[in-house]
């Protein structure tokens, strides 16, 4: 419809006005090929997902047993800065009170390796405790020789800190001004955690925990690497 009427319109002034109205005709035509440009089509070359859901577990006494273990178990140094991490532990020393947490954290990791078309099942290689207090935080760092890990909030306090993902690749190094941000282009992503909260990750992925700016409850959570 474009194309005939301007066509309609170029020819019709040609005739009225001559050869001095040539200049005004191949404008139009400039302006019919830009309005019959192809659409480009964007094509999701490579994604880097995160999961997250809702669990549904007694955490009163889930958070009074991490608190008897800080209080009688060294702690260990390693992301964190500030706050207790405790000592990792296997598929063969799961207290008690956590191994339905673990059962069921495997069981929803299994569409996950299916989505990703890993032959492996999901195989728990490890956990921790975290417990962070006023100004406790962890500093970037990923989870080296795994699948994928797993965080799940036991006692999310306000303010007591986000976690904070990080683009794994150069993006910004190469494109640093943006009018705006958009899934696109960001650089971090921030998950705002609250109570019973599971977020499943890629353990290539750097990420990082905010302070802790309140005064009163220390934040409790659960670190899960699989295999």
Known sequence: VYRFAAWGFTAGASRLFGQANLAHKLSWISIIT???????????????????????????????????LEAHLPGVHKSNRGGWQSESFGADTVPDFMQPVVDKISRLLWPVYTQMTLAEHPLMSNFWFN???QGNTNSVHNHPRCYFSAVWYVNVPNNSGDLVFYRPDMMLDYLPVRDATSPNNFGKYEVYPKNNQLVIFPSYLYHSVTDNCNTQEPRISVAFNFK
């Open 34 to 68: 830009h309005m019959q440009d192809p659409i480009l089509t964007p094509v999701t070359a490579f994604t880097n997902s995160i999961y997250i859901t809702q669990l549904d577990f007694d955490l009163d006494s889930v958070r009074d047993k991490i608190l008897d």
């Open 131 to 133: 417990v962070n207090r």
